[in-house]
């Protein structure tokens, strides 16, 4: 990858798509990613799986790492969840998720 | 009616630190907080995470820190609040500012700090359409008396700590109490997952799993509530009483219609002494927005120390304030 760069889709709420550069030096995740271009997500715990604002369906066939204990608990307490919820702020960009699609659920 | 020189909106860190900075010119404060405890997010959200980047600390717990600023600023005797929302803020002819809380409680101050945090803390209420129409008419997402519901047939929805307890705790007065809940394992206390578990074999308590209520249908009054179950068609399942209960989300709020300028869910602000376009109130803290924001506690306890000084001019115009360092002057409490 070049630059450290990985490239990651993120569909927002209105269906409109967006190919993002995503760093893979800067310990960042999906809610950083999506924050950082002022797309919608409010982000509002700052990463601690704790407030269930960054929920985005992964659309891709990527392998993620599974979901924590805590994240899960956070799904729970979220709505609109499917099969495929996360949290963006537990998915961490690395090289394995070049290429990622995402769609923002429903807040 | 409460008399002070400052109020405080929200007793987080940011807030209870205000208490501090303006105790040492000599200012009194009262803080009121939607939440029943003080330490706001800290307290609500993250107890036990540990923090790292308060300077001198190389590690504390998030209510060990909370539990140290009440320590701290206990000298100067702050007034609290806590349990009602900030609802209403008026000028009053005198030019005080009159806060009225959500339980009529007035407290009157020539100067109003706002360090809300995140806004108030209100029950997340799931996405059914016509929730709205039955809020009190069957739904409730606050259980404040579980006699309301002796003899009836409740549902209660969540798969947390609350809906866990609540269950317990209805399954010996309502006639009925079914749970419903998105999978099928539970998080929260074990011994309360057990416990539930339990009434649940004994038939006191009936569990829905992989399912979720997705519509409310009654008269005016509610009288069954649609379940979604993975594998079956959508089916009623009657009762009284629906409590979802899937913790607290923050709001801004009745805040937002004070008048303040207002930029993505936050208060913009004058970063030379962080006072709104209102004069006399101000706002600090993760509730704030101004170029370079950055919210981190460390920079709300900065906010807070400079907007004092100028909530001190604002309040004595013709007083010289002089600065002192506490290792000079210590801590003079108030009597």
């Known amino acids: ?107 | 009616m409460i008399h002070t020189d400052i109020i405080i909106i929200g007793a987080g860190p940011v807030g209870l630190f205000t208490v501090f900075e303006a105790g040492l010119v000599k200012l009194k404060c009262h803080l009121v907080d939607s939440l029943g405890k003080p330490g706001g997010q800290l307290t609500e959200i993250y107890p036990k995470k540990p923090i790292y980047d308060i300077p001198g600390f190389p590690t504390v717990m998030a209510g060990e820190l909370v539990d140290n600023l009440m320590k701290q600023i206990a000298p100067f005797k702050p007034g609290f609040t806590l349990g009602e929302r900030a609802e209403k803020l008026e000028k009053t002819e005198d030019k005080l500012y009159k806060l009225t809380t959500s339980k009529g409680t007035e407290i009157c101050a020539p100067v109003v700090a706002i360090a809300g945090g995140l806004g108030c803390f209100e029950p997340r209420k799931p996405p059914i359409e016509n929730i709205e129409v039955y809020e009190d008419k069957g739904v409730d997402y606050i259980i404040r008396d579980p006699e309301k519901y002796r003899g009836k047939k409740v549902l209660v929805a969540g798969g947390g700590d609350s809906a866990l307890d609540w269950s317990i705790i209805l399954a010996d007065i309502a006639d009925e109490v079914a749970l419903v809940h998105r999978r099928t394992s539970f998080r929260g206390a074990l011994d309360s997952v057990e416990k539930v578990m339990d009434l649940a074999k004994s038939g006191k308590i009936h569990l829905i799993t992989n399912a979720q209520a997705v519509g409310l249908t009654g008269n005016g009054i509610l009288k069954e509530i649609i379940i979604e179950e993975d594998g079956k068609e959508n089916y009623t399942y009657r009762a009284d009483h629906f409590i979802p209960l899937f913790g607290l989300s923050p709001k801004l709020g009745p805040m937002a219609e004070w008048g303040l300028d207002i930029k993505d869910n936050a208060f913009i602000v004058d970063t030379v002494d962080y006072s709104t376009n209102l004069p006399g109130i101000y706002a600090i803290g993760d509730i704030n927005t101004y170029p370079g924001k950055l919210k981190l506690i460390l920079c709300g306890f900065h906010e807070g120390t400079l907007m004092v000084q100028s909530a001190f001019k604002y309040i004595h115009p013709d007083q010289k304030l002089s600065f002192k360092y506490t290792t000079v002057a210590g801590v003079n409490g108030f009597d």
Do not use: W
Request: aromatic residues 4%.
């Open chain 1, 1 to 107: 990858m070049e630059n450290n760069l990985i490239k990651v889709t993120v569909i927002d709420r209105e269906g409109k798509s967006h190919t993002l550069d995503a760093p893979t030096d800067m310990s960042m995740n999906m809610m950083e990613v999506c924050k950082s271009y002022e797309l919608p997500v409010e982000g509002l715990c700052g990463g601690m799986a704790l407030c269930a604002s960054c929920h985005m369906y992964v659309l891709s066939d990527h392998e993620l790492s599974v979901p924590s204990e805590d994240e899960e608990n956070m799904l729970d307490q979220a709505f609109f969840v499917k099969e495929n919820s996360r949290l963006g702020c537990q998915i961490k960009i690395t090289d394995d998720i070049n290429g990622l699609v995402v769609e923002l659920a429903q807040v």
